[in-house]
Every structure is written in structure tokens, then in C-alpha cells.
């Protein structure tokens, strides 16, 4: 058997290289994937919440947005 048979040959090498860079590449996306969720969940309470407040404003609530320019206009 020859000894250099047990080592990988350069096809090898480029295609472990490429995937190892696609797993790096997949984890940095997973991690984008991530942190874009944590901010639309944040944007999404944040919605419900103004809406909450619109809401109570349009029924009269003690807070009520003026309809008139204040004076100073």
C-alpha cells in the first residue's frame, strides 16, 4: 500500500474547506435569523401596545389627543 494514498487528495481538501465554510456562513445566518426575531417580537409588542393606547384615546379616554392647534400656532 502506498503511503500517500492515505492522505486526502486536493478535491478532498477544497470541498472540506468549502464546508466548513458554509457552516460558519449557516451559523452567522442563524444568528442574524435570531436577532431579527428578538427585534420584530420587540416591534410587535411595541405596536400592540400603541395601539392600545389609540385605542383608548379613540374612546373618549380621560388622556384624549387635543383637536385643535394648541394656541401658539
Given amino acids: 500500500m502506498d503511503s500517500n494514498s492515505a492522505l486526502p487528495d ?7 474547506e ?3 465554510h458554509l457552516e460558519h456562513y ?4 442563524s444568528l442574524v435569523l435570531y436577532n431579527h426575531q428578538k427585534q420584530m417580537d ?6 400592540d401596545l400603541l395601539a392600545k393606547k389609540l385605542e383608548h384615546f379613540k374612546d373618549g379616554g380621560a388622556e384624549a ?9
Fill in 42 to 47: 420587540r416591534l410587535s409588542q411595541t405596536v
Fill in 18 to 20: 468549502k464546508i466548513a
Fill in 65 to 73: 389627543i387635543p383637536s385643535e392647534k394648541p394656541p401658539h400656532y
Fill in 10 to 16: 486536493s478535491d478532498t481538501i477544497r470541498m472540506q
Fill in 26 to 29: 449557516a451559523s452567522e445566518l
